[in-house]
């Protein structure tokens, strides 16, 4: 098969050695994958797969089931599905755990597909397993432009749950807002901490999903409502920060740390089932719809890079495989 392989500095698709399905693994011929932040962030060394997955990039995919791995009952050849990966996905074929698979909603295409399982698998995962949002709770979404967060305010406004945004500009709000966001702040000339007891009659957020961390630890904490939580899931503005932890203990906050890719096979297909039985409904009925910036062949891996290196974009920037 083909697949994309960091040579040097660059991204050129290359031959490789066909994967083979094991014991509880179906093998996926893909017709498209996305791109994550975290691939660029592996691709400059930073964030290494973990043990025993694929060294090439793509944590998630949509194609058609090629074969299957003993034991597996729940799909057969021919199945049209999408995947969340813990690797590989930047390839002509990949294995993933039978658990991690889901079936293409009906009504989207190989395209749309690729762009849901990592992104409405994080924004699940982390607003109602990890913070267990109540109805009617108010939650700030940090990056809401981004691939997680277009994937979070949908999963907001479906869970009656108002929300806001930080984004880098009106135009980026403005989208949040046409997705279900109430308002946000324009990340680089407004503070969110500021806007924050206005947009809740005074009464903070009762979850906040960051991936910034450091930069925005202690506006997050003061923007916090009493019994508030926290969930960081990046640091894309750092890893240190220092924690008012009298702050913590009046109000009664919790800090919540999460990643996806590193929790077990059991964990993810958690996930999964959660999303088959609660959001693919969703997206059947129209009330959520994937969020695609652009889809760029493979091949031009290093262009679709770039355009999500430029945060120049809204939602997923999708990779198509002929
Ligand atoms: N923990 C997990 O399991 C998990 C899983 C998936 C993703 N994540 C994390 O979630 C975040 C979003 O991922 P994604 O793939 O959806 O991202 P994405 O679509 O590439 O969007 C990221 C956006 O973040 C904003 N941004 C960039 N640098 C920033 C900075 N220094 N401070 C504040 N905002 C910044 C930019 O938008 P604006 O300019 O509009 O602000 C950028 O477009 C990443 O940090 C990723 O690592 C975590």
Redesign the pocket.
Known sequence: MKAIEIDGDKLAWHDVPDPVPRAGEVLIRNRATAI???DLVQRSGGYPPPPGASPILGLECAGEVVAIGEGVARYKKGDRVCALLAGGGYAELVNVPAGQVLRVPDGLDFEQAAALP??FA?AYLNLYMEAKLAPAERVLL??G?????TAAIQLCKVSNNPCWV????AD?IARCVELGARGGAD?HTESFESLAKGWTDGGGFDVILD??GG?YLKDNLASLAVDGRLVI??L??GADAHVSLGLMMVKRLRIIG????ARSIAAKAAVMDALEHNVWPAIEAGAIRPVVEAVIPIAEAERAHAL?AS?D?VGKVVLSIA
């Open positions: 994550n932040r975290a990592e992104v994080t940090h990056a432009a981004s691939g997680v967060g930080t984004a880098g500009g980026k990340r991936p910034v930069a899931i990046g894309m503005g999460s990643t996806l890719r999500v945060n974009t």
